[in-house]
């Protein structure tokens, strides 16, 4: 299986190496050249798979025999282990939990850090120790944090011998668990900075270490974690064919709800759909960050100024990810991307043709929250189930009774985070019911932490990293 770039003018690339890139060298991101087709019998004959077994199906077309099918599985079950007690606690991985008629919410939140990055971040971390032992190389991961990525970064990567991690987080601007959830990580290879700046000077930081790496000891490398490396999509698919065959699929329809920031999520439903599953509805819900509800709804895909929501993993200007959908949306012509990123990037907008627009619709569903709402969601989810939803999942929940076409249809709408991570918008909801840590981290608040607290001055970071590699 060859991966090519959105643009079009960069080298394709094997699995392996795409798992070790970030952006494309003509600013593009990677996609498989063709998507694997399964039948609906074929699907069928899957009913009843555990996580992992379904797993190994999904992923493995995608890697294409570039690691053996023995390896492959033994990374998948390293990655969804439910038995040690320091990976998924749930041995269904991925639960299903009603909240309505023919309303479902699929906890995508078992893993070690309470959100679905998880399942892509185990995931990565497996595959690159892997890959990176079979080619005797070591390399520096440096990603920029607003609370959940770095986390599932560090947990995905803690043991993973040839990798250094960097994560940096704005100084005093996340939430207590959540920097927690970073810094009581005390292994050797994982490294926390506190930038005393906000998230946008932590991406720079970033950005700028990855257009000059010459820092970097001899031999080293960047990699990116964030959810333009291929393999974290790839992983997401699968809970989609998992809760589709947990509910009566293939041969029943299912639609799903997926709260949204940088379209990673969705866009992996998204594939699912394209590889056979069948689909429905596939609903885009977001906070008042609403580039895409926007440009579904008004063609109007305009940046705008950032608002700090009470789902902050989903605060973002502009999803990088929605850029795999216009690729295929223009047919996958990678000089008319080029042409439309270039203007936006020029222009700070995009206007779609009304043939790609009218596609757009019929794929997509959305919705958009402002906070008042989404708490009205999480009171009202409680009052009539006691079930309790972070706001991110309520985001989901509210966008998918909004926009539902068919209440014969299950819907399935994905739970991103647990509602203990984000304990002050829950109590802000005013619910009788706090949320509860899992047992696994209800020592969180006694461990031990480490981290550097830096300027945002990259001649410090740079020589912070290189002292610590
Ligand atoms: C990252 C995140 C999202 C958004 O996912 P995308 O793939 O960026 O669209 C939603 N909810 C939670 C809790 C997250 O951590």
Redesign the pocket.
Known sequence: MKYISTRGDAPSLSFEEVVLTGLASDGGLYLPETLPQFSQDEIASWTGLDYKELALKIISPFVDGEIPEADLKCLIDASYDTVSGKGFRHEAIAPLVQTGHNEWVLEL?QGPTL???DFALQFLGHLLDYVLKKRNQKVVIMGATS???GS?AIEGCRDCENVDIFILHPYQRVSDVQRRQMTTVLEDNVHNIALKGNFDDCQNMVKASFADQSFLPEGRQLVAVN?INWARIMA?IVYYFYASLALGGPYRKVSFS???????????GYLAKRMGLPVEQLVIGTNSNDILHRCISDNDHSAQPLVHSL?P??D?MV???FERMLFDLHDRDGAAIKQLMDAFKAGGDLKLGDEVLAKARELFSSYRLDDEETLEVIRDVFDSTEYLL?P??A??VQAARKTRRSTSTPMIC?A??HPA??PEAVKKAGQAADPVLPHHMQDLFEREERYQVLDNEIGQVQAFMQAQI
Request: glycine share 10%.
């Open positions: 939140f959100a679905f990055k609370g959940d990525t599932a959810s997401q997926v709260p949204t920031g940088n379209f990673g999520d969705i866009f992996a789902s993993s989903m973002i999803s990088s990810n972070d991110h999942t985001i989901g994905l991103t985070a991570k984000f």
